[in-house]
């Protein structure tokens, strides 16, 4: 498969009044062109450092971060991100918070109506024409993460980055929205990279989970393959053997492997 998203070496530093805290060192993870890969640990890991360093939003102390085969040297439209707090402008509607990152993206090349019909694209994609002209206020937490994700999507990005994105939901909402987020994937073919908390959803979801060891200096301590057949049934995979073991498998990193210090 193509690589797209590359980590060499990487490692990260923060230097503050108590001195230096390294919080990564010697990452290294090669991500292919439509790959789903979950980067899962504890608390402090460093998982949505990784993450900002993909999105630019940090850039590397050590090593090289790349993206398509160049230097990942701050943001861009082509790796969009979707934060656990949905970061939706209360003043738009809808279709206005979409509309925006449209407009920044393909504004200076794409005529109105060709603006409005990408708009109108990712809120059906997620789900949400009939409440395109409502606002934040107006909609409950699961449609604004529906939001958010259409207003990623809509700037058409190479990468998907998702930091937690369901973390804040009511366990039914986060199924629904899982679901709906892996028949995006299947539709789009996207490139995604996710941090997660949950166990069940990184092996519902990926191709691929990166395990983080505990920090400071935390790396790259396994990563597990998920060999499971798309389209996923997760009524199906509840009794499926193979799921039973990779999840049985990132619960032993988790809990045996790299527990938490405090309870080793």
Not at 127 to 138: I, N, V, Y
Request: aromatic share 4%; hydrophobic share 45%.
């Amino acid at each position: 498969m193509e690589r797209y998203v590359e980590l060499d070496q990487v490692g990260m530093h923060f230097d503050g009044k108590k001195g230096r805290f390294v919080a990564l060192k010697d990452v290294n993870l090669t991500i292919a062109r439509g790959e789903f890969v979950s980067l899962i640990g504890h608390s402090g890991c460093g998982k949505s450092t990784v993450l900002n360093l993909i999105a630019g939003l940090l850039l590397p102390t050590d090593g090289i971060a790349l993206a398509n085969g160049r230097e990942i040297a701050g943001p861009g439209p082509e790796r969009a991100v979707v934060f656990q707090n949905h970061s939706l402008l209360p003043w738009l509607s809808c279709w206005g918070n979409v509309h925006l990152a449209v407009e920044r993206v393909f504004g200076a090349r794409e005529t109105r109506a060709q603006l409005a019909e990408r708009t109108d694209a990712a809120l059906a994609l997620v789900g949400l024409t009939h409440a395109r002209d409502k606002h934040p206020h107006e909609v409950s937490g699961g449609m604004k993460q529906r939001v958010g994700i259409a207003r990623a999507l809509a700037m058409a990005p190479k990468v998907l980055l998702l930091d937690e994105p369901f973390g804040a939901l009511d366990a039914l909402t986060r199924a629904h929205l899982q679901d709906e987020l892996m028949g995006i994937v299947e539709d789009t073919g996207s490139t995604v990279v996710m941090v997660t908390h949950d166990v069940d959803e990184a092996v519902l979801l990926s191709d691929r989970i990166v395990m983080m060891s505990n920090g400071p200096a935390a790396t790259i301590g396994d990563i597990l393959e998920v060999p499971v057949e798309r389209p996923r049934d997760r009524l199906a995979l509840a009794t499926d053997p193979e799921y039973q073991r990779l999840r049985a498998e990132v619960l032993d990193f988790l809990y045996r492997r790299h527990a938490r210090p405090e309870a080793a």
